[in-house]
């Protein structure tokens, strides 16, 4: 079974800190996704990466950033939280030539 | 462009009546399309998904979906409500070619009162 793990369920920080959330899958997928969930919009695209070191801008990365160093990991950053970054927070990963995202259980990130 | 309509953004049925969660697409390619199930604090958990093969799909949990070209629709129906499918439905399309990108539905959280 694929697995999809993300370092933290639930965080807190204030506002203007520096937010590291951290996703791995143990099935060697070559894309790796961050989308952020909000009641009544859905699943929104943050950022995807189709490799190591690559990177690709979704529906709505103002604000963040991310990071691809090895090809299990992929790491979403927010520089500087702001309230309106508190969402919920889901890595999703595909690969070996399959249809299917299989996701983390989530980050459920409140910032203050 | 692909894009998904998720029709209600609340359904509520009693136990044992049938569930029926409707998903409108469109897609200027042959789509994939998908239904995930999200139970509470979780992430998504993969129900079912059509991929160019048999139009009636199956999935978990005595799901199915029906893949209607004509109508662009990819409802998702239960014979059964049970108490535990009260959870959030997400539709989801992507096409051949997208590199596994989904486009995602707003989502329907489905209520089973008993």
């Known amino acids: 079974d694929v697995k999809v793990t993300q370092s933290s369920r639930y965080l807190v920080k204030r506002t203007g800190e520096k937010v590291f959330l951290e996703c791995v899958q143990d099935m060697d997928h070559e894309n790796m996704f961050w989308y952020r969930q909000d009641p009544g919009l859905g699943l929104r695209l943050i950022y995807f990466s189709y490799d190591v070191k690559m990177k690709e801008k979704g529906d709505i990365p103002e604000g963040y950033s991310v990071s691809r160093e090895k090809k299990e990991r992929f790491s979403l950053i927010l520089e500087s939280a702001s309230t309106n970054q508190t969402s919920m927070y889901l890595c999703a990963s595909i690969g070996g030539g399959q249809e299917t995202q299989y996701f983390g259980p989530g980050t459920r990130l409140l910032v203050l | 462009a692909q894009s998904v309509t998720q029709l209600g953004s609340h359904v509520s049925v009693s136990e044992g009546a049938l569930v029926l969660l409707r998903c409108n697409y469109s897609s200027s390619v042959p789509p994939y399309l998908f239904w995930y199930v999200q139970y509470p604090n979780q992430g998504l958990q993969l129900l079912l998904k059509?991929?160019?093969?048999?139009?009636l799909v199956k999935g978990i949990n005595d799901f199915e979906a029906e893949f209607k070209k004509s109508e662009t629709s990819f409802h998702l129906t239960k014979p059964s409500a049970h108490m535990s499918d009260a959870a959030e439905y997400f539709c989801?399309?992507?096409?051949?070619?997208?590199?596994?990108?989904?486009?995602f539905g707003k989502g329907t959280k489905l209520s089973v009162k008993p």
């Open positions: 059509y991929t160019s093969a048999a139009t």
């Open positions: 989801a399309v992507s096409g051949m070619g997208s590199q596994g990108n989904l486009i």
